[in-house]
């Protein structure tokens, strides 16, 4: 849940989200527009005045999740009104962008629908919700951008925070609903992410993540007049005084220029951590899936990038059973994996979403097959990421400390590798990094100790850092 704050706001609004980080972005933005409405975050959706929810299509079964959180929510808004007061029901994200009609017909007690380019207009949308009998719908793609009209003065997200800078997607992989919701790409200018990463550094931010759905693809303008490509822009980010820490996702392959691939050798605050999705290591699905490029092609990447950054750590996404999957494209995914190996992976089993090409393609692969397929790709990948985290046990690295653990005394932080590091230590360290000795290796998380020397660097120099870590599993 995301949202605003302020002990004078008379209304609470409440946001669920589902999906990708962006969508996180996305709910705060929503929050931040709202709350000059007087709108202040709410704990739970029984306690609010309006409720978002926040709607991804990517995962299977986005719209019977909806429908089936939409049906309570009918529940709670007739008590509501029985009681003489009310609740605004709204749908955004990327479910409403592709089936906004189909929401309002099924669920005609939601106030407002709205797309993911449309949730500046938000505080126009309550005002007409208020007057009008059927839902709000806005799912169409502006001409003016969304983030020209969002509040400069945004809700702080803590020591880690999100930025978004690229939008949309122009690749059209045969299985992804991205291109038709999110529309097409859009880098925003270098001197507005430049301006909104140091307002989130002055509220209080010492990590930023860059966020697009391409967001290596980003070219934004620059200040002086033509473009920068994300390389560029990291370097103009690393100048930020009390930005520890760059990350930067999710990025295709295709997009990942000697610019950007230099600025891992580079720049200390560059995190030596990527998600890099690579879907398949067939040839042949991956022509399927229209990747634009070979699984050679990502293995080339990946070299140069270790070799611009040694200390370098992976994660990917995988999906198995795309039409046409046999099983030696699937022999040829798993000798992939075995060949460059992953810090962490996500991966999931094909479905078909509506009016992608794959959909409707031939070859559609059994469920029993893809069931098969994924849980061997999934051991494999668990087993890489139980390499990769014992590997860190012993090894003393630079930890971003974030807040507090869950047992008393206990502070939890990141590890340049995005694990979850925690170990006993005082609260003041929470926004600080300092270097920390690690005892043990779990399945999503490390604990330690602090060592000694701490200190507000961002890590140690290349070359000492490079010494300690020994490649990914
Ligand atoms: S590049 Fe990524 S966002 Fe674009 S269509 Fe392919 S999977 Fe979807």
């Not at 004078?8 to 669920?16: G, P, S, T, V």
């Not at 050798?265 to 560059?270: A, E, H, I, K, Y």
């Amino acid at each position: 849940m995301t949202g605003s704050t302020g002990e004078a706001a008379r209304k609470r609004l409440f946001i669920r989200t589902w999906g990708c980080q962006m969508n996180v972005y996305d709910s705060a933005r929503m929050a931040d527009v709202l709350a000059p409405l007087g709108y202040a975050p709410a704990e739970t959706a029984e306690a609010a005045d309006m409720v978002i929810l926040n709607t991804c299509h990517i995962r299977e079964k986005a719209a019977d999740k909806l429908f089936s959180e939409l049906g309570r929510l009918r529940v709670a808004k007739q008590a509501r009104e029985a009681a003489g007061g009310g609740l605004v029901l709204a749908v955004a994200g990327c479910v409403a962008q592709a089936e906004g009609a189909e929401i309002a017909a099924r669920a005609p007690w939601v106030d407002i629908i709205l797309g993911p380019q449309t949730y500046h207009r938000l505080p126009e949308m309550v005002a007409r919700a208020s007057r009008a009998a059927g839902a709000v719908i806005e799912t169409d793609f502006p001409v003016e951008q969304k983030f020209d009209h969002l509040p400069e003065q945004a809700a702080s997200q803590g020591v880690t925070a999100f930025l978004t800078v690229q939008e949309g997607c122009d690749k059209f992989c045969s299985f992804c609903v991205v291109p038709y919701t999110r529309g097409a790409e859009y880098s925003r200018p270098a001197a507005a992410v430049l301006a909104e990463a140091r307002r989130l550094v002055a509220a209080g931010a010492r990590e930023v993540t860059l966020l697009g759905q391409n967001v290596n693809a980003w070219h934004g303008a620059s200040p002086g007049g033509g473009s920068w490509g994300l390389g560029r822009l990291l370097r103009e980010m690393a100048e930020i005084p009390g930005l520890l820490r760059l990350r930067y996702t999710t990025s295709h392959p295709r997009d990942m220029d000697a610019d950007l691939i230099a600025a891992h050798r580079d720049l200390p605050s560059v995190m030596p951590y990527l998600h890099l999705p690579v879907q398949s290591g067939s040839d042949r699905v991956l022509a399927a899936m229209n990747r634009g490029h070979t699984a050679d092609d990502f293995r080339r990447v990946v070299d140069r990038l270790r070799e611009a950054q040694p200390g370098l750590a992976l994660s990917s996404d995988f999906i198995v059973g795309h039409p046409g999957e046999t099983e030696a494209d699937f022999a040829a995914t798993m000798a992939l994996i075995d060949q460059v190996g992953f810090a962490m992976a996500y991966s999931f089993k094909y479905s078909a979403r509506p009016g992608t090409p794959a959909a409707g393609a031939p070859g559609q692969v059994a469920e029993a097959v893809k069931d098969a397929r994924l849980q061997a790709l999934q051991a494999l990948l668990r087993d890489q990421q139980d390499a990769f985290n014992r590997s860190r046990v012993g090894l003393t690295f630079p930890v971003l400390f974030t807040g507090p653990g869950r047992h008393p005394g206990q502070i939890m932080g990141r590890s340049p590798w995005l694990q979850p590091v925690h170990l006993l230590g005082d609260r003041s360290l929470i926004g600080r990094v300092a270097p920390a000795r690690v005892l043990a290796a779990h399945a999503n998380s490390l604990s330690g100790t602090l060592a000694a020397g701490e200190d507000d660097h961002p890590g140690p120099p290349r070359a000492s850092l490079r010494a300690e870590e020994p490649a990914p599993a």
